[in-house]
């Protein structure tokens, strides 16, 4: 089994460029988040899903969007770059209670 | 705002001592999950505690859940070059929100 796939692995954009950070499970997983981990911070979270068709904000969602079409698939959005959004980003999964999350090997993103 | 505090920051041990990692919130969780990262990868999920009090043992990494469900600690017996890793905890509000602790850098020196 893949987990969890995420792609690019590595991305430079120019401030106000768009892109969109894919990832993809294999594993049946309702709920999906996307993180993004900056030196001393931890892992903040920025959306997540439920299931498909449901998102909701974490704690960061300013500057991002994500939808949930299928169970598989939960895109990143980010809508204009700014330096601020250079971060290392996971996308995870999980079946829920105390099976927790699968992450991902994450996508490292530099806005210049 | 961290929800979850670790400490310490940083630990740089030998070889053969044991270490303890602690995570604390003033919230209360349903439940509490400890994770291991190393460079260039995503967290991996070791343990998750739900019942205040428990304490579960994994080989040689013991982890405990405080009474109040506010506080958890992992203690590592022993430890070996092959724990060293950025240990993170996360509290779980409900099934799918978490919320991570900043990590504790854990250094075991050969």
């Known amino acids: 089994n893949a987990g969890v796939t995420q792609t690019p692995k590595f991305q430079v954009l120019k401030t106000g460029q768009s892109m969109t950070l894919q990832c993809a499970q294999d594993m049946n997983h309702e709920y999906m988040s996307w993180y993004r981990q900056d030196p001393g911070m931890g892992l903040r979270l920025i959306h997540y899903?439920?299931?498909?068709?449901?998102?909701d904000q974490g704690e960061v969602p300013n500057g991002y969007n994500v939808s949930r079409s299928t169970t598989e698939d939960f895109p990143l959005r980010l809508l204009s770059a700014a330096p601020s959004q250079t971060s290392v980003y996971f996308c995870a999964s999980s079946r829920g209670g105390v099976s927790g999350y699968t992450f991902g090997s994450g996508t490292r993103l530099t806005v210049v | 705002t961290q929800l979850l505090e670790q400490s310490p920051q940083f630990l740089s041990i030998q070889e053969g001592e044991n270490l303890t990692v602690y995570c604390n919130s003033s919230?209360?969780?349903?439940?509490l999950q400890w994770y291991r990262q190393e460079p260039g990868e995503g967290p991996v999920l070791l343990v998750t505690v739900v019942t205040g009090g428990e304490v579960k043992k994994l080989k040689r990494l013991t982890f405990q859940f405080g009474d109040a469900r506010k506080d958890s600690s992992l203690h590592i017996t022993a430890a070996q070059p092959g724990d060293t890793g950025l240990y993170l905890c996360?509290?779980?509000?409900?099934?799918?929100?978490?919320?991570f602790g900043a990590g504790t850098t854990v250094t075991v020196r050969a």
């Open positions: 899903s439920v299931g498909a068709g449901i998102t």
């Open positions: 919230s209360v969780f349903s439940s």
């Open positions: 996360a509290g779980g509000i409900n099934d799918y929100k978490l919320s």
